[in-house]
C-alpha cells in the first residue's frame, strides 16, 4: 500500500511539474485511448463471428434478420441493415445494397478523424508548455540573475517535462489511429466484396 501512494505522489509531482498544460494533455490522453479502445473492441468484433456468404444470402431471400446472438460480425450487420432500408420494389434492390453497404463500410472509420486531432493536439499543447516554462525561466532570470539555478529549474522543469508528456501522449495515439485505420480498411473491402456477392443474388 505504501508503494502505492508513492507512486501516485510521484504522478502528482510530475504533473506538477510540467504546469498548466499538464491537465488538458491528462485529459486529452483519458478521452483519446477511451475511443482507441472503444473502436478497437468494434472493428474486433465486426472481423469475428461472421456468417457464411451463402447463409447471408438466403436470409435475404427469406427476409429473415440474423441471429446476433450467433453472428456479431460485419456480414451480420450488412445483411441486418439492407433489410430495414429494403423495400417493397425488388427492382432498387441492388442501389439499397449498394447504399448499405456504403453506410456500414463509413461507419468502420467513425470516431478515427476524432483521435487523429487529440493526438496532434498533444504535442502543440507540449510546445505551448515548453513556451510557458521558458517565459517562467526569463522572468526568474530577469529578477535573481542567472545565479539562483534553484528557481530557474523550475522553469526549465516544465517546458521539458510537458514537451515529453506532449510526445508521450500524442506517439501512441498516432500508432493506433493508424493501426485501427488499416483494420478499418480490411472490413471495408471485405464488405464491399460482400457486396457484389450479395447484389448478384438479388
Known sequence: MTWLWSNISRIFEYL???????????????????????????????????????????LIRDNQPPDFTEFRGATALVVSEFLKRREANPGVDRSTMDETVMAVASSFDKQLSVITVLASMAPLLGLLGTVLGMISTFDVISLHGTGNARAMAGGISEALISTQTGLLVAIPGLTMKNFLASRAQTLKHRVSSLGIFLGRRL
Open 16 to 58: 506538477d511539474q510540467g504546469g498548466l498544460v499538464m491537465g488538458p494533455l491528462l485529459l486529452i490522453s483519458v478521452i483519446m485511448w477511451v475511443l482507441i479502445i472503444k473502436r478497437g473492441l468494434y472493428l474486433r468484433r465486426m472481423r469475428v463471428r461472421n456468417m457464411p456468404r451463402e447463409m447471408a444470402a438466403q
